[in-house]
């Protein structure tokens, strides 16, 4: 039963930490999309990364995110 409370426990704190890490990307399109962890982009691409609770405003929409790492441009999802 002790055994049982521990993995309870570390479940939860990895649950909480994978959530934590998760954020809101967008181009300067006003292409937006959430990841489930923040990547690094290639240089010379124009990104803003926001926390998980960021909602964007007027003249942005959301997209959903293409398969692998990668980010929108013109509308095109761009893996890497």
């Known amino acids: 039963m002790k055994y049982l409370g521990t993995a309870i ?3 939860s704190v990895f649950a909480f930490t994978s959530a934590a890490s998760a954020a809101v990307v967008c181009n300067g399109d ?7 962890q923040k990547h690094e982009y290639p240089a010379g691409v124009n990104l803003r990364v ?19 790492r990668g980010y929108y441009r013109g509308g ?3 893996g890497f």
């Open 9 to 11: 426990l570390a479940l």
């Open 30 to 36: 006003g292409d937006c999309w959430r990841v489930k």
């Open 50 to 68: 926001y926390g998980d609770e960021w909602e964007p405003g007027d003249g942005y929409r959301w997209r959903e995110a293409g398969e692998g």
């Open 76 to 78: 095109v999802w761009i």
